[in-house]
């Protein structure tokens, strides 16, 4: 009877077991899982526009195995929409109809491709080897063709017949549409006075040298009737460059000093001490120097000196352009020799470069 019993409860204890964990069981089956993610669930798409801006585009709920559908067309400035991509860089397109293969949320960004655009070069009264070009928003404007005027130097490209804003080849391009640049020009020998000014015919005559350049017959000294071609090259020079950067009216030391084409050059004219740059330079190096003033708008008067020493000022205004650089690309003027039209043509005649004065 024991045995039995025994037998009897055994089998109730293991039934209860049996019961107990078929209950569990049936109760972790029926709890389905939050965090994983099946086809046809819904998901977030955002947009990123892929430059510097506060603009934004709503989010997106797309369907998992479904295709994207439509999206935003996005404008940039100066910019053509290529399309969505998966990465900043590269990746892969998005389209309306491009099925949604990610299972969790996700960004799309916009690709651009900058615009190019057609600017006209307007010679203003000169001539110009190229009269249009193609330039590429947000990009620089690159080496732009130098116009010619005869009578007149170059003074850059502007963005109006008068006025406006200069463009240098680093200038950024900002227009978006045609645009027209002018050439602004000015007098290769502007009139010029001396302050305060005047002379005797004697001391006119005095003068050691008479420049053979027509133009400075009509540069007057002061208000006398005496024009500045009987002075010193460098005198001459210095006046150029002077009323070249807008100052018309000149010390009358300028004229006084009638050794500044010696050797003591700018060292006797002390009235203007911090206002001029003399540099004593050669060969190659001179004529790197000389492109480096003239893109910085600056003009420059060069002293030549020949083997038996005798020495020579021009004044370099310009360059004619080219991949190499080289003195007979540099654009002169010489009021000893109107025939000169380039440094090389001044080398050949007078000797080597020795020295560059320019105002600071």
């Not at 709920?61 to 996005?74: D, N």
Request: overall charge positive; aromatic content about 12%; hydrophobic content about 30%.
């Amino acid at each position: 009877m024991t045995k039995i019993f025994k037998s009897t409860l055994f089998l109730l204890s293991l039934l209860c077991l049996t019961l107990v964990t078929f209950s569990t069981t049936a109760k972790a089956s029926s709890v389905s899982p939050t965090s994983a993610v099946t086809p046809n669930s819904k998901i977030t798409v955002r947009f990123n526009l892929n430059y510097k801006t506060s603009a934004k585009y709503d989010d997106i709920l797309v369907t998992t195995g479904k295709k994207y559908g439509k999206l935003p067309k996005p404008t940039r400035k100066g910019y053509t929409f290529q399309g969505w991509y998966t990465s900043a860089k590269k990746g892969t397109k998005i389209k309306s109809a491009t099925l949604v293969t990610s299972l969790e949320n996700h960004t799309l960004y916009a690709h651009w491709k900058a615009k190019n655009y057609k600017v006209k070069l307007n010679a203003n009264g000169g001539k110009v080897s190229k009269s249009s070009y193609k330039v590429t928003y947000a990009s620089t404007y690159g080496k732009l063709a130098t116009p010619t005027k005869k009578g007149y130097t170059f003074l850059g490209w502007y963005t109006k017949k008068n006025g406006g804003t200069r463009i240098l080849s680093t200038s950024k391009v900002k227009i978006t549409k045609t645009t027209t640049l002018y050439a602004h020009w000015d007098y290769l020998y502007p009139k010029i006075v001396l302050k305060d000014y005047s002379m005797t015919q004697s001391q006119y005559n005095a003068f050691p040298y008479v420049q053979t350049q027509a133009a400075y017959q009509k540069v007057m000294l002061g208000n006398s009737s005496y024009s500045l071609a009987r002075s010193g090259c460098l005198t001459c020079n210095i006046a150029l460059i002077m009323a070249y950067n807008g100052t018309n009216t000149l010390p009358k030391e300028l004229a006084q000093n009638t050794r500044l084409y010696t050797s003591g050059g700018l060292l006797i004219w002390g009235s203007l001490p911090n206002t001029w740059a003399q540099e004593y330079y050669s060969g190659t190096v001179a004529l790197n120097r000389l492109y480096t003033l003239l893109s910085k708008g600056k003009m420059a008067s060069v002293c030549l000196k020949n083997s038996s020493g005798g020495m020579h000022w021009v004044t370099v205004y310009g360059y004619s352009g080219g991949k190499s650089i080289s003195a007979d690309k540099f654009l002169i003027f010489d009021p000893g020799k109107y025939s000169n039209k380039t440094l090389q043509d001044v080398i050949n005649q007078k000797g080597n470069i020795t020295r560059i004065v320019y105002i600071k």
